[in-house]
């Protein structure tokens, strides 16, 4: 069934994901992006990119939305509140921040954040995309 973009309210959440950042997960986003780093180090906790937390908490939200041909991802402002260390479980949460209609095209605003299971932040922050009517 279509998503019906405009009953999209400030406040309704739209995404609600675990994300496993398991060596196997951040492996599999350093191939896809040609990132030769190993997963594993002797040096102590290996770390995930921010970048993968970024990517990998987005996923969510375009899953949510199942954006149309013709979508556009306008903006993004993200806020990285610590490292987040390979094998740690994060929960993902996105919300409608803004739904409105400029010039034949809707733009939404989604918050995004990026939590341990303790509630520990690891990002927040909020992207913008604008889908075709």
Same mark, same amino acid.
Request: aromatic fraction near 4%.
């Given at each position: 069934?279509?998503? &019906?973009?405009?009953?999209?309210?400030?406040?309704?959440?739209?995404? !609600?994901?675990?994300?496993?950042?398991?060596?196997?997960?951040?492996?599999?986003?350093?191939?896809?992006?040609? &990132?030769?780093?190993?997963?594993?180090?002797?040096?102590?906790? !290996?770390?995930?990119?921010? /970048?993968?937390?970024?990517?990998?908490? @987005? !996923?969510?939200?375009?899953?949510? =939305?199942?954006?149309?041909?013709?979508?556009?991802?306008?903006?993004? &402002?993200?806020? @990285?509140?610590?490292?987040?260390?390979?094998?740690?479980?994060?929960?993902?949460?996105? $919300?409608?921040?803004?739904?409105?209609?400029? !010039?034949?095209?809707?733009? =939404?605003?989604?918050?995004?954040?990026?939590?341990?299971? &303790?509630?520990?932040?690891?990002?927040?922050? $909020?992207?913008?995309? /604008?889908?075709?009517?």
């Amino acid at each position: 069934m279509p998503i &019906d973009y405009a009953s999209l309210s400030p406040g309704s959440q739209l995404a !609600r994901d675990t994300l496993s950042l398991d060596e196997e997960t951040v492996a599999r986003y350093l191939d896809a992006v040609g &990132d030769e780093t190993p997963v594993s180090s002797s040096a102590g906790p !290996r770390l995930a990119p921010a /970048m993968a937390v970024a990517a990998l908490s @987005f !996923r969510g939200v375009v899953r949510a =939305l199942d954006l149309p041909g013709g979508s556009l991802h306008l903006a993004q &402002d993200l806020e @990285f509140a610590r490292p987040v260390a390979v094998g740690e479980t994060l929960e993902c949460r996105a $919300k409608v921040l803004q739904n409105s209609v400029r !010039r034949g095209m809707r733009v =939404l605003v989604v918050s995004l954040e990026a939590a341990n299971t &303790d509630g520990r932040a690891a990002l927040t922050g $909020k992207t913008t995309v /604008m889908l075709p009517m």
